[in-house]
């Protein structure tokens, strides 16, 4: 499952507040809403998210959840990297091990 990032959707900082949060919702709600575009299936699809984010976001024990559940995210994405890049270097001293035992 793809995680969503609600700020990004809402077009808001992580440190915004309720009434930032309000507004950036009624702003979009209102540009995406179904009846403003006869019925268009991509700002359907953008004032459903809209909507999504604005619950979460703005329900406060929801948006704590949230905010740990990204944390978490970074923080395994940031080992994986470090483990990756551990691993290239890795593979880089044995194929130069391997190329150096080679033409001997």
Do not use: C, Q, W
């Not at 024990?61 to 905010?67: E, N, S």
């Not at 290239?88 to 035992?101: A, Q, R, V």
Request: hydrophobic letters at 35%; zero cysteines.
């Amino acid at each position: 499952m793809k995680f969503i990032d609600y700020y990004k959707v809402l077009g808001i900082d992580s440190s915004a507040t309720t009434e930032e949060i309000k507004a950036a919702y009624y702003k979009l709600a209102k540009k995406y809403h179904p009846d403003r575009n006869n019925n268009d299936e991509k700002a359907l699809v953008k004032f459903t998210l809209i909507n999504e984010a604005f619950s979460v976001l703005s329900d406060i024990d929801k948006r704590i959840k949230y905010k740990l559940e990204m944390e978490k995210r970074d923080n395994i994405r940031e080992h994986a990297k470090k483990k990756m890049k551990l691993l290239k270097n890795l593979e880089k001293n044995e194929i130069t091990k391997y190329i150096k035992t080679d033409n001997k």
